[in-house]
């Protein structure tokens, strides 16, 4: 059965970096398309970053494209989140999840098979 297990979640500061990984179980990272989402107490989950199998095409909500990279490494069957210049309202809990289609757009983004999450925390 296909199981992700997020890490790296902390405390940080305005302007930190942190990395996010995400090991998966069950299948190979490169035969799956996955996401990254993060979920506000109160607000809808919400995804901000999908990665395609196979050709590693990556996409990004536009809060933060320029700031987060996602990558994946197949030996490891990780994928990461590398998030730079750490903002407050960067604070959530983070996921990551197969998403259902296809990583096509950020705004069709719908999880399956959730993670336990990650807490990341930005004080300013």
């Known amino acids: 059965q296909l199981q992700f297990v997020e890490s790296g979640g902390a405390s940080v500061q305005s302007g930190a970096s942190l990395r996010l990984s995400c090991v998966a179980s069950?299948?190979?990272?490169?035969?799956?398309?996955i996401g990254w989402f993060r979920q506000v107490p109160g607000k809808e989950r919400e995804g901000i970053s999908c990665?395609?199998?196979?050709?590693?095409?990556?996409i990004y909500a536009d809060s933060v494209k320029g700031r987060f990279t996602m990558s994946r490494d197949n030996a490891r069957n990780t994928v990461y989140l590398n998030m730079d210049s750490l903002e407050p309202e960067d604070t959530a809990v983070y996921f990551c999840a197969l998403d259902r289609n296809y990583c096509l757009t950020i705004k069709t983004m719908v999880g399956k098979n959730w993670g336990p999450g990650t807490q990341v925390t930005v004080t300013s």
């Open positions: 069950g299948s190979a990272v490169n035969d799956l398309y």
């Open positions: 990665i395609d199998k196979g050709n590693r095409d990556t």
